[in-house]
Nanobody
Framework: VQLQASGGGSVQAGGALNLSCAAS????????MGWYRQAPGAQRELVAT???????SYSGAVKGRFAISRDSAKNVVHLQMNSLKPEDTAVYYC????????????WGQGTQVTVSS
């Protein structure tokens, strides 16, 4: 299984970006797909996730500004980021959890998002 993230970049505060993550390979037993981020000197933190239901969840820091969606037919997840703030600056990582053949977590390569004030 491979995850390919795209869509990062630089934007001014108040702007928007859209991240995409495409999963390829043997995608069986889908559980959850989402985005995490890691700022310099900080731990990786959850941003948003989407399940098969589909049910979405967001961290308090992004709720109301970010929206996660999934195209199940294409195994692609999108993260629409609006009203970006300088504190959103981080490397964003795509994450996929599969339950078949065993519970396994996969990570994408990360994409940089930089928000300037």
């Amino acid at each position: 299984v491979q995850l390919q993230a795209s869509g990062g970049g630089s934007v001014q505060a108040g702007g928007a970006l859209n991240l995409s993550c495409a999963a390829s390979g043997s995608i069986y037993g889908f559980r959850v797909m989402g985005w995490y981020r890691q700022a310099p000197g900080a731990q990786r933190e959850l941003v948003a996730t989407v399940t098969n239901a589909p049910a979405t969840s967001y961290s308090g820091a992004v709720k109301g500004r970010f929206a996660i969606s999934r195209d199940s037919a294409k195994n692609v997840v999108h993260l629409q980021m609006n009203s970006l703030k300088p504190e959103d600056t981080a490397v964003y990582y795509c994450n996929l959890v599969l339950a078949t053949p065993r519970l396994t977590t996969y990570w994408g390569q990360g994409t940089q998002v930089t928000v300037s004030s």
